[in-house]
């Protein structure tokens, strides 16, 4: 394993992370991105509360899966450990983008999933984004960014939901995660929630009665997902 | 016909891609503009799930209208078949626009009509902006983007809807399409649509009787349209 | 009067006319703006149709009080005569804007005056901002944009509402117009019109019930406006 | 005290000006910050009703606490009293923000405090963020801003709110002020201020029924302020 390897590792994070600002999907420094080098173990996260003006690529900071940072004398995002518990978890995943994006994010205050009623949301998510009930006291008081990695985890093993066809997932009172096979495609799901989540809201608004066909849902994930996809180049 | 004429299509087509892209109706690659050369019978799209940000004006893929590529190694958007029906079906239309539009596509999977409550909208569309119903499950599964524009053309048809007047349409659970004479005029009706969607509906929360004359409309739809119109520089 | 003088005049329309687009109170061409030398009697005002982003100062049009265009080859905005009569109508105002901004239009289209309830609002707008009714089908048939103006000068004179403490108004079905002893400060009262139309509908949404105190109306008012101001540099 | 201490004041104080409308929290000129040397009893604030694109930092104007204004022929914030009773009042404040944020805006405009539902509002704001009721007609008509920065102090005292936990308020039918240890801290709960605001409006459209557990709250703000905090490098 080169220095070249983890450097590319980092300029992917710095990326991403700054993609998530651009976007308008944080502000300040409420989020955070991570890329996983899944072959060798080792993620590259934002530093906990730089401020994104500030950052650059050297900052990013790499832990491997039993939280250890290497060669770094910046302290990791304090989300850190749910991003591990995600890549422990989840083993398709490559990417993680955690927002407090404000249409996401304000369902997750409500406490309420975001029902699938278009295409758009179909194209990155087949079915409901599920909001996961608030964590226990002794959770959020012992090891709460662990517990938010596990309660993720284990709420997709118990409820049998694939981690590559809902990438993604609201926290009540919280906010969202989302993931993918890269920390791009984790980015472009974040996008994704975040305009499906302004647009259901106000959908439902103008109708409480609305019946989004399963077999609309079912045609858009397969255009872009498995082995039939035929949207893109390939 | 000479090659000079297809890459102005091209370049017609790419920049309206980007326009639909500053403008905000479009993130990340939910969206796409054609420009139709009726005379040759060829339209020049947006290739398939190409990033914006890479997009040249030479990647641009040339369709004829049974759907045969001209000298293109990129896949045409996914969206193809349904410009190529609207082409087929609308004498007038020069130019289409497909785009996710928050606004538009609130309507859209609310599956309801935007009506016409003001100038703005009056300046663009002569009367509601129809909400076509979830197309059924054999023609989604069968040859979707084909069928989305064979319900586009068969609705107007049906209803007596003249294109030229009413230049959009909504697709219950999906999004938006807008055309004109030219792609340009496609773009600025899109950006209308998106406009007229926001407004109508924050209107309707404030009074649920709103009464808008059908004088007003009349007048300034044939302010900007027909032969009397007297808007712009001739 | 020197070519210099109606030079300037130009200028100074051209400024604002960019202004209104820069702070997203227009797209597409969906309003104007004018400045007016009253001791000549001409004003200065955006060419109809012409889009924003090839619009050059030179292309600003003369007109006078007659409606007569001054050395020009464009055709003056369409609203040309809603602005004249509103110059002749207020002796007071320099400058005028007509803009589509979404949120002042969003009440327009609901018929309803923007009640004063805070501060912001009572520094620009000394009371509710009062909404016009929709012009009989005579006047629109006839002379609509003159019809306009006509309706703006005889409802303030009519309700003896004094122009300078209400610089602007809404149109029923339409949208706004706005004006200020120079046609800068007709823009910063357009911007004014669409922040107060954007949080007075979101305050009703949260209290149907708010009482306002009409000294801290007066309060603001007058620390902005007349002799005893105390706001800005002199 | 040198001039280059002096000096460095009215930068750190032009740039959290900057920020306010770079964050778009500020459009015109409604809004201000200040920062303050408690160590000599000056603080450094924006004159009033200067335009922010024409502002530079040797314009901001230097004051003493006891209103005097040092070495400026500009005349400092209408605001400038407000200002001085919460430095008076607060010990820990170093820096202060006021703006008209259209989201805190409307809250404060509806008369409501903005209840704490989430960790991003928990992150900055240690309970619900107080509005403050309508100053009565004697104090508006007399000292209105004086009496505006001692009602925020005394309301505090009453309540025993410790001006760290809370480091902002709304004011009924004005906007908000928020401070912090620097005026850079300040501008940041400003921005926090108005994403929540934002997003609690919205939620509470979602569900009426929002039950957010204290000890989330706490460990949100704990995990960011005080000896216990491990957000951030140090």
Request: charged letters at 20%; one cysteine or more; glycine letters at 8%.
């Amino acid at each position: 394993m080169g220095t070249g390897y983890l450097d590319q590792l980092k300029q992917e994070a710095f990326e991403v992370n700054l993609e998530i600002v651009r976007e308008r999907l944080v502000v300040l420094t409420w989020g955070n991105a991570s890329s996983f080098d899944r072959a060798h173990g080792i993620f590259a996260i934002k530093p906990s509360g730089v401020s994104y003006s500030l950052l650059k690529w050297q900052d990013m900071v790499l832990v491997d899966l039993d939280g250890k940072v290497i060669e770094s004398k910046l302290k990791p995002s304090s989300d850190t450990f749910t991003h591990l518990e995600i890549y422990k978890g989840f083993n398709s995943v490559g990417g993680i983008v955690h927002t407090h994006s404000p249409w996401a994010t304000i369902w997750a205050q409500a406490c309420k999933s975001i029902p699938v009623i278009g295409t758009t949301h179909s194209d990155h998510f087949k079915g409901d984004v599920p909001c996961l009930p608030y964590l226990n006291k002794d959770k959020v008081e012992s090891a709460y960014e662990k517990e938010t990695g596990l309660q993720i985890v284990e709420f997709f093993k118990k409820e049998q939901i694939v981690p590559n066809h809902m990438p993604g997932c609201l926290l009540s009172g919280h906010a969202s995660f989302t993931w993918g096979e890269t920390s791009q495609k984790a980015f472009e799901n974040a996008v994704a929630l975040e305009a499906c989540a302004h647009m259901a809201y106000h959908s439902f608004k103008l109708s409480h009665d609305i019946n989004f066909p399963i077999y609309i849902l079912s045609k858009h994930f397969t255009r872009k997902h498995g082995e039939n996809a035929y949207y893109g180049q390939k």
